[in-house]
């Protein structure tokens, strides 16, 4: 008797602390979604003011994709930005457990994450579904609204660390405008000869004839090794 009553209050427990903890963290990242999206819009109207008289070719677009996603299109380049619906813990072995401070306050670690992804323009536009994207980066959000950013050093957030960064409308500008500097850096560049010189008249028909060679950007950005001293192909890349 003793054990089921320790087992439902050990629920009850989690329930009270963990359960609405994550609530908390999920309306915080739901808030700072509704914020982010807000500069992009703003972003869109106040560039295109200043361009829209050199060639409305270039001219950005913003996109609202619903609850969990939305977008910006700058040129040749689609940067996705993609709020996940669950929240999380860091694995033990993440950076974030050598600072003591999360280790005596670990309610402090529970985050939201909003992921921030480069495409190529025209892989959605023809619908060449073999073509490649890059996570660049990634916001995590807790408890009490501040945020680090895990990815390039040229995003411009110290990694990691909350408490530095809360979320306001001027450090999401600050995030979006370095996100689409870094994606404006690399150019496409050609494939090597000889990865292409042989192809089979199944990939003729099948892939060139429907615009759909693989194509992708290639930013030397590893998501799960990041070298923080400078990628060594620091180039977009078809394939």
């Known amino acids: 008797m003793d054990d089921q009553k320790t087992t439902k209050q050990h629920i009850i427990d989690t329930l009270k602390e ?3 903890l994550k609530q908390v963290v999920y309306d915080q990242t739901k808030e700072t979604f509704r914020i982010l999206k807000k500069v992009l819009q703003d972003i869109v109207l106040e560039y295109n003011e200043e361009i ?3 060639d ?3 001219l950005l677009e913003f996109r609202d994709r619903g609850v969990f996603e939305a977008e910006v299109k700058i040129a040749g380049d689609l940067i996705i930005f993609n709020m996940h619906s669950n929240i999380f813990e860091f694995p033990r072995n993440h950076e974030i457990w050598k600072d003591n401070y999360y280790v005596e306050e670990p309610l402090m670690t529970y985050s939201g994450i909003i992921n ?4 190529l323009a025209d892989s959605f536009k023809y619908n060449r579904l073999d073509d490649l994207g890059y996570l660049i980066g990634r916001m995590f959000i807790n408890k009490d609204a501040t945020f680090f950013i895990e990815g390039r050093r040229e995003l411009g957030f110290n990694f990691p660390s909350f408490g530095k ?3 306001t409308p001027e450090n999401m500008r600050e995030l979006v405008e370095s996100t689409i500097a870094y994606a404006l ?3 496409l560049l050609v494939p090597p000869y000889n990865d292409i010189k042989i192809i089979s008249v199944e990939y003729m028909k099948e892939k060139i004839n429907k615009h759909q060679v693989q194509t992708g950007k290639r930013l ?4 799960n090794a990041i070298d923080e001293s400078g990628p060594s192909d620091r180039s977009k890349h078809t394939k």
């Open 18 to 20: 963990k359960s609405v």
């Open 52 to 54: 829209s008289s050199e």
């Open 56 to 58: 409305e070719r270039v």
């Open 116 to 119: 921030i992804y480069n495409f």
């Open 165 to 167: 960064n809360k979320v």
């Open 185 to 187: 850096k690399f150019d």
């Open 220 to 223: 030397g950005f590893q998501y």
